[in-house]
């Protein structure tokens, strides 16, 4: 990145990236989502997989230019990383709940839209165009007037 962009640009060109990524993958999830509703999850693997190889090999011809001037990093060893890692709690108690509580992540990415397909009864569409309903706002107290809006709990 430090070689692709100066140090003034890099921001810029991050947040581009970012949310450039972020509206492609809402449009995939929708995308997606109508694909397996057609034709089915089977087909829906290898085509991600072909558009996955396409992407790399493309990604493999993207020029990176060399400096000249450029120091190699200095490599650090696994036993320094153990070394650090023994003496530092503030960062082992981050390494350890990073494990713990980022496993909980990671499980439930795939198990979100199987609950949704097969115990809500939701189709992949809807599924895939979930995350971009709006929310219902709580109502407040203060404001019973008429067109507040209210929400319902059971």
Known sequence: MQQVYPRDERGRALGVIRVAGAAVGIGLALAAGYFVGWAGYR???PVAAAFGMA???ALRRLPVPV???AAPAERHN??????TIRKDTGYRRLLLASCVFGSGIWLMTPATPILQVD???VTTAQ???LPR???PRP???ISCGAGSPTVTRA
Do not use: H, I
């Not at 696994?78 to 070394?83: G, P, Y």
């Open 43 to 45: 087909l829906a693997f």
């Open 55 to 57: 992407a790399a090999l």
């Open 67 to 69: 400096v000249a001037d």
């Open 78 to 83: 696994l036993k320094e990383a153990w070394a």
């Open 119 to 121: 115990v809500l009864r």
């Open 127 to 129: 599924s895939a165009s």
């Open 133 to 135: 309903s709006p929310r």
């Open 139 to 141: 109502s407040s107290p």
